[in-house]
């Protein structure tokens, strides 16, 4: 027998790579900064160094946020600790490091926050990713609190956590591809759809809640237009400034 979906009741602002809009995004610094801000959960992004440790970073490549050639699967975690995650945001950043997951999750753990863990692997280690992940969470994470959320442009990624992992919650991320969605979302068993918030019609979101999923949008930094969102139905805004989104949408 299928195995239940799992249950997840989304937040009405996450926190997107932290406070990115404000500071350096997946630091320690940006989560920290979400907290100040007031949201109850963040969402993050996952891939694994050279040694299969999973750590915090947007980007296959180093160039954009380390100012490095190269790949971040090619490195070592130890390596990618000399390495910059701050500076190219800001001066005042620098010395942030490229966080592991396992620092943010106890980081999560101690404050109570939520977590949407973005499974975003470098090529070819999509399944390893999401091994990897769930390892480490089978060791540190407290039976008696909330699963985290994963969610992936990457089916083959939610695919080993729907296999290996069934209880924690799946959200499938769409960008501008709305093909065969309901498919998708049905074989890798989602709780949730997160889509880019330029795809929302009210038809589409009608059949998404119709269908029984939570819906969640990315990445929406104007609060009017989050406002817009969640009157026409939407669950939850990912945001660069979670605590300019609460402040808006609390106000409603
Ligand atoms: O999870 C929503 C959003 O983070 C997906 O896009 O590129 O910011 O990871 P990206
Ligand atoms: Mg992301």
């Not at 969605?181 to 038809?203: G, V």
Request: proline share 5%; net charge negative; with cysteine.
């Amino acid at each position: 027998m299928a195995n239940a979906t799992p249950k997840v009741i989304l937040p009405r602002v996450q926190a997107h790579r932290g406070a990115k809009g404000v500071r350096p995004e997946n630091t320690m610094a940006s989560l920290r900064e979400a907290l100040a801000q007031g949201v109850s959960w963040t969402e993050f992004d996952v891939k694994l160094s050279k040694d299969g440790i999973p750590v915090l970073y947007h980007d296959q490549d180093l160039k954009r946020t380390s100012g490095l050639e190269g790949l971040v699967k090619d490195y070592t975690f130890a390596e990618l600790q000399d390495f910059e995650a701050g500076a190219w945001f800001d001066e005042a950043y620098k010395g942030e490091k490229i966080p592991s997951l396992e620092e943010v999750l106890k980081f999560h753990i101690d404050n109570g926050l939520h977590a949407n863990i973005e499974l975003k692997p470098s090529d070819g280690e999509e399944k390893e990713t999401t091994k990897a992940v769930v390892d480490l969470l089978d060791r540190i994470w407290p039976d008696h609190l909330p699963k985290p959320l994963f969610s992936s442009f990457k089916r083959d990624s939610l695919e080993v956590a729907r296999d290996i992992a069934p209880d924690y919650p799946r959200g499938l991320l769409i960008y501008d591809d709305l093909s065969n969605w309901q498919t998708h979302a049905k074989n890798l068993n989602c709780s949730t759809i997160h889509l880019w918030h330029k795809m929302f019609t009210p038809e589409l979101i009608a059949e998404i809640k119709q269908l029984g999923y939570g819906i969640a949008t990315y990445t929406v930094n104007e609060v009017d237009r989050a406002k817009e969102l969640v009157a026409m139905g939407v669950d939850s805004i990912i945001t660069d400034f979670p605590g300019n989104t609460l402040e808006a949408l609390e106000a409603e």
